[in-house]
DNA sequence: GTGCGTCAAGTCCAG
DNA sequence: CTGGACTTGACGCAC
């Protein structure tokens, strides 16, 4: 027996005025002639995203949704060298409180994925002092909301830099230049251009991280076929306290293939539902389209009549 | 009110 | 070697 929860991306397209990601370049904060005011500023447009995140929440429970990612642009600015003495985290602890007591009353898996600028494997010294910082602003959220941080970030394996096997051994260097408590944070995913479900498995193996299996980027991004393999994926997260969990989306079109399409496709879902039947007891499926929430629910109402699925309630279905 | 240019990040490709 | 595309949502300015 094989539960599925659907979940989405950060932000709602029904919810108005909730934007998670409202922002301020450093251009604007820089032109700015009274930097305290700046920083104020930033701070106001954090805690507005912060309350905006608690929106979503609520509209995720009203909607039987227990599987939600952040925007990782809820602080603007938060990871800036120029902005290295702005304590944030201050103007931020009453509404992460918030946001945590929701989550403790009304239990929803969270998590974060911080942008493609954020590597892990990059041989370039401030590019890594960058990403260990974003992992560390991203850490103290989740303590700020009192969710365990244990494998709440999912990161790409990086850049291929012209060697893909030396960019994969610059991976396990960095590892060990990586503190525990970030480390803790991370799950990896194949992406559609360079690292393939097999690259991704090979590390989280090695580093004992679970893998989030993205089945689009595979589609668009593979040597091998993933079924046989699907029970290595399922086995990284043995020793996880969260479900395995993996990325759905569709291609835009044969042309744009990586790119991803508003809604999902549910012919391509179902193959993959019919495939995994039975292997784990339940898997979390963040559904990334353009749509957001109204691709999880259009799916939902095209998977509703499909009598291989039980529906558990709005949101999620046991496959039969 | 609509829409287009700008912003930010690191990589990677075209020239 | 350089400069622009890539990606994403927000936002500001022009019409």
Redesign the pocket.
Known sequence: MTIVRLGYV??SVHLENA?P????????FFQLKDREAGLRKLER?AVSNLQNCLRLLKHNLANDIRFFRFSSKLVPLAN?PELKDWKFMRALKEPLREIGDFIESHPQRIGFHP?H?V?LN?T?K??LK?TLQTLKIHEAMLKGMAVDPKHRCVLHV?????DKEKALEQFIHNWGLTPVSLQDLIILENDDT?FTMHDTLYLCEKLGVPMVFDYHHHLANHEKDWEEDWGRVAGTWTNSPLPVKMHISSPRSDKEY???AEYIDPNMFMDFLNEIKGSVKQIDCMIEA?KKDDALFRLVEELGENKQLRWVDKASFEIL
């Open positions: 950060a932000m934007s990601s409202q922002t301020m370049t450093y251009k604007q447009i800036h942008d600028f590597l990059t370039n401030d590019t960058n990086g850049g291929a830099y012209e360079v990586k790119a991803h353009k």
